[in-house]
């Protein structure tokens, strides 16, 4: 028989990968927060976010967070564009997550090992601009088997970030 085990029975290893994320204009702090506790999770090294997306402190992102926003590195940007060059520049391969005519499906991944990452998700109505999708390295989408074309940012995160840290191990 199985026991599910209790909060502080987990041993806390922290590991980060080369892995980042680009967040433009996100309004929802909820989401935001669930980007930090996805981050935590999952090894995620950094978050990026620009324009009016709201910022720690915040409490609606502290809860949702569950204070992880405490842990996982952060920035704002001012300059998205400059910031994705950089990471370029860096050696950071850029994916898009996006439905595309040129999109991947995810499931096509190839390996990663030894490859940086910065992974930019769209704004939450607009989907990401044209303008990081003509600097992505890849653009990639996660297939859907229902009507709808599209899933909550921090769902969709969640699917692409498992997916592409799996070919990174």
């Not at 980060?16 to 967040?23: A, W, Y």
């Not at 601009?129 to 653009?139: K, P, T, V």
Request: hydrophobic share 40%; proline share 5%.
């Amino acid at each position: 028989m199985s026991t599910q085990l209790k909060h502080e029975d987990h041993q806390e290893e922290i590991k980060r990968f080369p892995f980042h994320l680009f967040i433009p204009n996100l309004s929802s702090p909820y989401n935001i927060g669930g980007l930090f506790r996805l981050a935590d999770a999952l090894g995620i090294g950094r978050l990026y976010f620009s324009g009016e997306t709201p910022l720690p402190p915040n409490s609606k992102i502290k809860k949702t967070s569950r204070s992880t926003e405490q842990v996982v590195p952060f920035e704002h940007v001012i300059d998205p564009l400059a910031l994705l060059q950089t990471l370029k520049e860096a050696g950071f391969k850029i994916y898009c997550l996006e439905i595309c005519d040129q999109s991947m499906d995810l499931e096509g991944l190839p390996s990663l090992k030894e490859e940086k990452i910065c992974l930019v998700l769209g704004e939450e109505n607009k989907g990401v601009s044209q303008e990081f999708l003509d600097l992505a390295d890849a653009i990639y989408h996660i297939k859907m088997q229902g009507k709808n074309s599209s899933m909550n940012v921090v769902s969709a995160c969640a699917i692409a970030c498992y997916a592409l840290i799996n070919k990174m191990k």
